[in-house]
C-alpha cells in the first residue's frame, strides 16, 4: 500500500462531491479538533468507522460506489475487481492502515477545500 498523494486529494475530492458529503467531511474534521484542543481522546477507528458508514451510505449511486473502487485500488495498488472482493474485515484493516500511515487531517483538510 502506498501513502497518500495530491493526486489522491483530487480523486477524493471528486467522492465528496459525487456523494455530496463535503458538509460531513467538515464537521468530522471539527469534531477531531475541538476533542483535540480540550484534550480528550479521540479514538480514530471510532470516528473512521463513522465516517466510512457515511460514506457507504452516500455511495448507494453507483457513480460515488465506483469512484471509492477506484480510489481504493489505486491507493492499494490493486485492481478494482480485487477491491470488490475484499470484505469488510480487510476493509477496516485497510483504513486503520491508510489513517496510520498518512496526515488524514491534512488530507480532508484539502479535499474538502477542492469540492
Known sequence: MRKLTLPDTFAFARILKAADIKNEVINFSKEILARKNKKQEINIEEVGLEFVITLITAAA???????????????????????????????????????????????????????
Open 61 to 115: 449511486d453507483v457513480k460515488v460506489e465506483e469512484k471509492i473502487y477506484s480510489f481504493l485500488a489505486s491507493v492499494c495498488e490493486m485492481d478494482v475487481e480485487n477491491v470488490k472482493k475484499l470484505n469488510l474485515s480487510q476493509i477496516k484493516e485497510i483504513i486503520k492502515i491508510i489513517i496510520a500511515e498518512n496526515d488524514l487531517k491534512a488530507f480532508f483538510q484539502s479535499a474538502s477545500a477542492l469540492t
